[in-house]
C-alpha cells in the first residue's frame, strides 16, 4: 500500500504563482524518502497541501488510502508533521504542549499524559517537562516538535528540514532516533537542505524543481546515474609538475591536492596506477561533493550558476 | 474520528484555553475588576448621587447589570480574539489544523474559553458590585440564559475578528472602533426613554441594547424594549455567527493559504 499517493497535483497561490505544476509522487509503506529541491521549488506547498494547511487548486492526494476531499480526519490521523517553521505555543509547558496534542487526535487524557511522557523521555525532555517552550534551545524546540507529532502514534511522519540550525551531535542523535522508528514500522518523508543527510538515511528520494518532480527513484539508482565524480586527493610529497593523465581531467588545488574527474568507464585502481607511475604517492582521498548533491545540482541544472566550487555541505538552499 | 474522540478533543481544546484564562488572571481578570470598581466609584458614588433616580431604581443599582454586562461582553471577545489570533500569528493553531478534530470543535472550543473568562469576569464584577450597591434578581433564568447568550455571541465575534486579522493592529480595531461606541450607546448607563425619539429609534438598531436590557430585566425587572425580541435577536446573532464562525474555518479564510 501506499503511505503517500499523489496525482496531478496543482497549486497557484492567489498571486499567480504556480507552486506545483501536476506532480506525482508514490510513497511506499515503511519507506524512509527524501524529498528535496531548491528553496522555493514546492516541497513546502506540497506538504502543507498534505497536512491540509494549504489548500490545493487540483489534483488527488492520499493518505494510506484515505482521499484528503472525501475521508480529510482519516488521512489527518495517519499524519504526523513537523514543519518547517517553529510553530510551538512559546508559553506552554512541554508536557501540556504534547499531551493536548494527543487529545486533539481524541486520545484521552490519562492515556495522553502517558504518550506524551514516553516521546518526551524518547526525545530526552522528560527533564525539562515543566518548563515553557521559550526556555528551550533551538535544537530542544526542534526535538519538542518531533516529540509532539509522534505521540499520537502516526504511520506517516513528514519532517520538513527537522535538523535545520541544530548542532551535530543532536543532528547525528535524531538520525539515530529516525532510524528506529523507521524500522519500527513508521514511514518518513524528509525534506533537508543537508544532502548528506538525506543520503545517509533515505532509500528513496525525489528531486522537485520549479513545481515539477524532476527525479524520482530509489536512492543508490539515482547516485549511479552520476557519470563522473570529482575528488580530492592529498599526496605524500608536493607535487611540482601536474602529470599528464589522459584518461583523467586533472587539477592542481596546491602542491599538496589534486582534483580529479573521474568518469564512470573508469576506475580508481587505474588511475592510482598512472599517479604511481607518475611517482606521485596519494595518502588520502575525498569527495570533493556529496554524491547526492552533485545528482541535485545536475537535476536542477544549478551546476553553472553555483558554480565549480561545491562546499562539503549541500548548496541546495 | 468517532462521536468519544471528537468530545476528548473539544474537552482538550477548552480545558486548554481555560487553562490560559487562568494562567494569566493578571491580565485577563484583574484589570476588568479594576476597571469596573473605578465605575461604581466614579459613575455610582460619585455622579450616580448626583442623578438620582432611574426607572425606580438609584442610579448606581440601575446601572450594575449593565456594568456586568459590559465586562462579560468586552472580555469574552477580547479572550477568543486574542487567543485565536496569537495561536495563528505564533503558528500554533496549526497544532489544531493538521489534526482530525473537526471544526465545529475548534470553534465551539475557543467559544467556551471565551465565556469562562466572560463569565468569570461578570462573577468578578458582580462582588465588586455588591460593595456598592444592592444585586436584586427579578428572574434567575433570564438572567443567567442572556449572560450565558450573550458571553457566546461576543466570544464568536471574537473568533471572526480573529479569523479575518492579518496583524495585531487589526485585533484592536473592531473593538476600539465598533464595540466600544455600541456598549457605551446600547443603555448601560441610561434608559433610551431618555433619548430624543430619532435616537430612540436609532438605539433600536444596537443589538447590545437588547442583551443589557434584557439583563436589567433579569436582574431589576424593567427594561426598555421587549423580552421576547430579546432573545430572538440574541439566538439569531449566535445562530448567525456559529455558522459563519463553522464556514470561514472550513474554508481556510484567514487560516490556511
Redesign the interface.
Known amino acids: 500500500m501506499h503511505a503517500l499517493s499523489i496525482n496531478n497535483l496543482v497549486k497557484v497561490?492567489s498571486n499567480g504563482l504556480r507552486a506545483l505544476d501536476g506532480i506525482n509522487l508514490h510513497v511506499e509503506e515503511g519507506d524512509f524518502f527524501a524529498l528535496l529541491g531548491p528553496n522555493g521549488a514546492g516541497k513546502t506547498?506540497a506538504i502543507?497541501i498534505v497536512?491540509?494547511?494549504?489548500?490545493k487548486t487540483s489534483g488527488e492526494v492520499e493518505v494510506f488510502g484515505h482521499n484528503l476531499d472525501h475521508d480529510?480526519?482519516?488521512a489527518?490521523?495517519c499524519?504526523g508533521?513537523v514543519?518547517q517553521?517553529?510553530?510551538?505555543?512559546?508559553y506552554d509547558r512541554l508536557d501540556?504542549?504534547v499531551t493536548?496534542?494527543a487529545?486533539?487526535?481524541?486520545?484521552?487524557?490519562r492515556q495522553?499524559r502517558r504518550r506524551a511522557q514516553e516521546c518526551l523521555e524518547q526525545l530526552q525532555l522528560w527533564d525539562r517537562r515543566a518548563e515553557i517552550a521559550r526556555n528551550l534551545s533551538g535544537g530542544m524546540k526542534r526535538r519538542l516538535m518531533i516529540a509532539?507529532a509522534l505521540v499520537?502514534r502516526p504511520r506517516l511522519l513528514i519532517l520538513d528540514e527537522p535538523t535545520a540550525g541544530v548542532d551535530i551531535e543532536i543532528r547525528r542523535s535524531m538520525w539515530d532516533f529516525l532510524r528506529a522508528i523507521n524500522e519500527q514500522g513508521t514511514t518518513i518523508i524528509l525534506t533537508t537542505h543537508y544532502l548528506e543527510e538525506a543520503e545517509n538515511l533515505c532509500r528513496h528520494v525525489a528531486i522537485i524543481d520549479n513545481g515539477r518532480i524532476v527525479a524520482h527513484d530509489r536512492m543508490t539508482s539515482l547516485l549511479m546515474k552520476l557519470h563522473h565524480e570529482v575528488f580530492v586527493l592529498n599526496t605524500r610529497d608536493p607535487v611540482v609538475a601536474l602529470p599528464v593523465l589522459e584518461d583523467f581531467n586533472v587539477s592542481l588545488l596546491n602542491e599538496r591536492e589534486l582534483q580529479v574527474e573521474i568518469t564512470r568507464s573508469h576506475d580508481l585502481n587505474s588511475l592510482f596506477r598512472v599517479l604511481s607511475a607518475a611517482g606521485i604517492h596519494v595518502v588520502s582521498m575525498r569527495n570533493k561533493a556529496n554524491r547526492l548533491e552533485e545528482a541535485f545540482f545536475r537535476l536542477t541544472e544549478r551546476r553553472e550558476a553555483a558554480g565549480d566550487e561545491l562546499p562539503a555541505r549541500a548548496r541546495a538552499s | 474520528?468517532?462521536f468519544?474522540?471528537?468530545m476528548?478533543?473539544l474537552?482538550?481544546?477548552s480545558?486548554?484555553e481555560v487553562?490560559r484564562v487562568l494562567r494569566i488572571w493578571v491580565q485577563t481578570i484583574l484589570p476588568p475588576a479594576i476597571t469596573m470598581t473605578l465605575y461604581f466609584l466614579i459613575f455610582g458614588t460619585l455622579i450616580g448621587r448626583r442623578i438620582g433616580q432611574m426607572s425606580g431604581f438609584d442610579y448606581m443599582e440601575y446601572i450594575a447589570p449593565g456594568l456586568i454586562m459590559m465586562s462579560v461582553i468586552t472580555n469574552s471577545y477580547g479572550n477568543v480574539v486574542s487567543s485565536f489570533f496569537s495561536?495563528k500569528y505564533?503558528?500554533?493553531l496549526?497544532?489544531?489544523?493538521?489534526?482530525?478534530?473537526?471544526n465545529w470543535t475548534i470553534v465551539l472550543g475557543h467559544v467556551i474559553g471565551g465565556m469562562v473568562r466572560g463569565l468569570l469576569v461578570g462573577l468578578v464584577v458582580s462582588v465588586v458590585a455588591l460593595f456598592f450597591t444592592r444585586l436584586p434578581v427579578n428572574n434567575i433564568f433570564i438572567t443567567l440564559s442572556v449572560l450565558v447568550l450573550t458571553s457566546a455571541v461576543f466570544s464568536l465575534g471574537g473568533l471572526l475578528n480573529a479569523i479575518f486579522a492579518r496583524k495585531f493592529d487589526d485585533v484592536s480595531i473592531i473593538p476600539s472602533f465598533v464595540l466600544a461606541p455600541l456598549t457605551y450607546l446600547g443603555g448601560v448607563f441610561y434608559s433610551v426613554s431618555l433619548l430624543p425619539e430619532f435616537a430612540q429609534k436609532l438605539s433600536m438598531l444596537n443589538p447590545i441594547l437588547y442583551m443589557v436590557n434584557a439583563f436589567r430585566y433579569g436582574m431589576l425587572g424593567v427594561s426598555d424594549i421587549n423580552i421576547g425580541l430579546a432573545y430572538l435577536i440574541i439566538l439569531a446573532f449566535l445562530a448567525g455567527l456559529f455558522a459563519l464562525s463553522m464556514l470561514l474555518i472550513q474554508r481556510?479564510v484567514g487560516i490556511?493559504?
Not at chain 1, 497536512?51 to 489548500?55: D, G
Not at chain 2, 497544532?95 to 482530525?100: F, K, T
Request: charged content about 15%.
Open positions: 497561490y506547498t502543507g497536512t491540509s494547511l494549504v489548500n480529510l480526519a482519516g489527518k490521523s499524519l508533521v514543519p517553521e517553529l510553530n510551538l505555543n512559546q501540556n504542549i493536548n496534542q487529545g486533539f487526535y481524541g486520545i484521552g487524557r495522553a509532539r499520537h | 474520528m468517532n468519544e474522540a471528537q476528548i478533543s474537552w482538550t481544546l480545558l486548554k487553562q495561536a505564533n503558528r500554533h496549526e497544532e489544531m489544523l493538521v489534526s482530525p478534530m473537526p481556510g490556511r493559504d
